[in-house]
Structure formats: C-alpha cells, structure tokens
C-alpha cells in the first residue's frame, strides 16, 4: 500500500467494490438530463468491456477509511495512425463531497504513470458541462509530465425511439449476425476500422469471449450488405445488466416540457421521458463501421438498430461520433436529446501525442 499525506493510494481488490459502486452512482454528472452512472449489481461486471488489463485505483482518507476517490486505467488494442497498437482509456475518475480541492487526481497520476508501459497513449473524454474536469486537462492542475492534445468534439444523442414502419433500403440487405457469420462481420471491422483513428482492433474472441462486449449477442449485430458483401456494421447494445444510467433530474426546458410531452408520447409512438430516479431504458449504437462512409447504408443500420433496441424494450438508442465525421451528418430528423464532450489524447510521452495524425476519432462510448 503506497501512502500520499493524509490519504492511502492503492490498486482495488475486490473488497473495495462495494464502496466504488455507492461512489460511481453518487456523483451526478450535468447535462440537458443530469444522470449518474450506476454499476448494479457488481461494478467490477463493467470493467472488462473498458479494456484488459483495467486497473481501478482507489484513495481512501487514512484518519477514518472512507474511499475518497478513484479512477480507471485500461488498455486495449485499437488502430492509431491505422496500425494496430495497445491504446490506455482514463475515466470514471470521482472524488467523494468533501475531498474536493485535496489534489486527489493530481497526486494518483503518478500511480497510472509508474503501471503504464514507455510512451503508452491514453485517451480520455470530458463533457463539455463539466468544467471542473477540463480544468484539470487545460489548467494549472495538468498533473505533472502529462502531456495532452484536444483531438474532436464528441456529439452523442440520445435518439427517442418510435413506432415506424420499416422500409427496406434500396440494394442493401441488413440482417443480423449469427455466430457463423461473426468471422466475416470482423473481418470487415479489421479492413475498415483502421480508417478511424482509435477504431478498436476487435478479434472474433472479444465476440464470442463473453466478456470484452458483454452483453451483445450475435443478432444484435446488424450487418448490412450489398450484393452479398458486407457495406457496413452497427450494433445495438444493452447494457442494462450491469450498467444504468439513472436520471437525477431535467434541466429547466426538459422539467418545463415534459408534461406536456408525456401527455403527447403515445400519439408520437415514444416512450414517456423517464422519471427522476429511475434508469433509462436504453441501447448504444456501437461498432459503427461504413464502407466509404455510405451515408444510405448508415441511415439503414441505424434504422435497424433503433428498430431491434425498440423491439428489446429500450426507450432510447445513444449513439456518439466525432463532431466532424461525415456519417453524423447521416443521423437526420427524429427526436432526441444531445450531448456534447470533447475527446482528448494524453500521454507522459511527448512525441506519443504529436504524432497523431488527422485521421476522423471514432471511440465506442459504451464503453466509456
């Protein structure tokens, strides 16, 4: 156990579960719907979707033992610069009421410093509400040797789900994966994925390990195809088992119209907005992938995941890209609510953040 002033900095065990789930699910994080992030029943079910290894590090206060902090290091191998490589993701950092301004995140980095190999790339992903945690990335409280570069804005929306009638797309053929079609659908993603920067390198094992993608079968693989060959991927994934996002409260214009819009919601086909204190009946769009950014074949699959996340009881799909990527422009019309982030790269290496080229971000929020 390494020891810090008045505060014990160490890797989790399984002890300490308990009370990072009560911590993850106190901390309500702003946005036109404030939400905290639940890990029901065991936080530690998450982990393995963020990466291998994932390395959660806790600080507790030493005079009485309450968990003060934590945050998660993990890495997983993804395309950067369109060559497969070990990538590290920092999040869910969280300080407790009353241990805010004791430099907590500051004085833990250098525990994710010592754990990371020479010249290992993080990235990282604040809301754009949320300007206690962009202070840290942009402020004198940058932990030392940290080097970091803003890379795109994230758009996420939480797109309402609605009774349509399904129109099929003109030359395309969408149906869900099965486990004999699962080699072809990944090595679609291993052709394609590289043209995105931090696009995971995903093997048929994350797939079928039951563990890397938790929670998503076969079928909740929509695979468009054309012609017989594969033109795009998306999937729709519930999380719901080990993951809920609960609604805290509405901001004014949501607290404002939400009478009036649940009074409409079975007139427009969509589920009622969800009560404060309940989870969100929710799916996320995930690995997103389109041949030649085919804005017809994103429009299919998302048509189709909103459709089979419907049919699975969820009352919305999320689904976040680069605030610059052409297949955002795909997502036209329909409800939803939107958020905005902003996604930063972050290393104790320099020259591990400058050589970045432009290539568009692409990360999977669902894992976040």
Not at 145 to 168: F, N
Request: hydrophobic residues 45%.
């Amino acid at each position: 156990m390494s020891k810090d002033a008045d505060f014990d900095f160490r890797w989790a065990a399984p002890g300490d579960e308990p009370g990072i789930r009560a911590l993850v699910g106190s901390v309500a994080m702003p946005g036109a719907v404030s939400v905290r992030f639940a890990r029901e029943p065991d936080y530690f079910l998450g982990t393995s979707i963020m990466g291998d290894p994932c390395d959660v590090l806790v600080a507790r206060h030493r005079p009485d033992g309450h968990l003060a902090a934590m945050g998660c290091r993990a890495e997983h191998l993804a395309f950067v610069n369109g060559r497969e490589r070990w990538l590290g993701y920092i999040g869910q950092i969280r300080v407790a009421d009353g241990y805010r301004g004791a430099w907590l995140v500051q004085r833990g980095a250098r525990y994710f410093e010592e754990a990371s190999a020479p010249g290992l790339l993080y990235y990282g992903v604040i809301a754009s509400d949320n300007p206690r945690a962009r202070e840290l990335l942009t402020g004198r409280r940058l932990p030392g040797g940290v080097h970091v570069r803003r890379l795109s804005g994230i758009t996420t929306y939480a797109i309402l789900l609605r009774r349509r009638d399904s129109r099929p797309a003109r030359g395309l053929d969408i149906h869900g994966a099965s486990a004999e079609s699962l080699p072809e659908v990944v090595e679609f993603l291993q052709q394609h994925g590289p043209s995105r920067q931090f696009f995971p390198a995903y093997a048929l094992d994350d797939f079928t390990g039951g563990a890397r993608m938790r929670g998503l079968a076969p079928e909740d693989i929509m695979v468009a195809r054309r012609a017989r060959r594969v033109v795009g991927v998306m999937a729709a994934w519930d999380q719901a088992a080990y993951k809920q996002d609960i609604v805290e409260e509405y901001g004014p214009a949501l607290r404002r119209l939400r009478p009036i819009y649940d009074a409409a919601a079975r007139f427009l086909g969509v589920s009622p907005l969800t009560p404060p204190g309940q989870a969100v009946p929710l799916a996320f769009a995930a690995c997103i992938c389109i041949a030649d950014d085919d804005a017809n074949v994103m429009q299919a699959l998302l048509a189709a995941c909103e459709g089979h996340a419907r049919e699975g009881g969820k009352a919305f799909l999320m689904l976040g890209l680069a605030a610059h990527d052409p297949l955002l422009r795909a997502v036209r019309g329909g409800l939803r609510v939107t958020y905005h982030s902003d996604l930063y790269a972050a290393s104790w290496s320099r020259q591990a953040v400058e050589q970045l080229d432009e290539r568009v971000p692409y990360i999977e929020i669902a894992t976040l």
